[in-house]
């Protein structure tokens, strides 16, 4: 059985009360079909109340949007590792296009991530993507191939591993990559990871994913899952979407 992945980032929004109320409509709405998880990042402020509301449901999972590479000590406003899984979460995502280009997250910080996630026992979720200009300067390989790199430079190769490729042009402007495009980046993602022998791997795609270009990007083999922005955010819509994103 094909199994597919369907990410929900929610980024700055849902607190812990609305997070509540979200996971009753989505849980509301049914069992979910065989072979479908549903992983969910809510900001750190609500991993408890998800955890709590998803219990231990086997199709479904909670994740942090970001954590800091130390596991504990002075670093305000951060959280770490040890910290994300206390208060539920199995995994992480690292080097989102939001971090790397709002932030200012480097490369090599994305490769601390990645190792502090492995020794928190959190699944890693590598986001990596190149900007509209990379593209059309026929970057789009090398960038991703050098963020894989950098993400992979220290971390122990094993265990699960799942890579988002979100082009940076892509996300949050409804401009989606076509299935075809994104499967070309696909492809090169797990040969990398093959050759480098990093472990099992999942490429999932994300960028203006909605209700409309989920079930045709979800067509393409090369693609295994989807990490949902916007269309995450109404319970409704991404009980749909999860429901009717794949035949
Ligand atoms: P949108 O689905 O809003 O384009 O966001 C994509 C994204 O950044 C998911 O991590």
Redesign the pocket.
Known sequence: MRYLVFAA?WKMNIGPLEARYYLRSFLDAGPLPAGREVWFFPPAVSLEAVAQSIKSREQLLVGAQDIYWEPKGPYTGAISGPLASQAGARAV?VG???RRHVFGETDEQTGKKMAAASAADLQPVL?VGETLEQREAGQTLAVVTRQLEAAFAGRPRSGRVTV?Y?PVW????GRNATPRDAAEVHTAIRAWMGAHKVGETRVLY????NLKNAAELLAEPEIDGV?????SLDPHTWAELVRTGAT
């Open positions: 980032n995502l989102h296009s939001e986001c988002a979100e892509a996300i949050g402007t994300g960028g203006s994913v990490l949902v922005g916007g269309a």
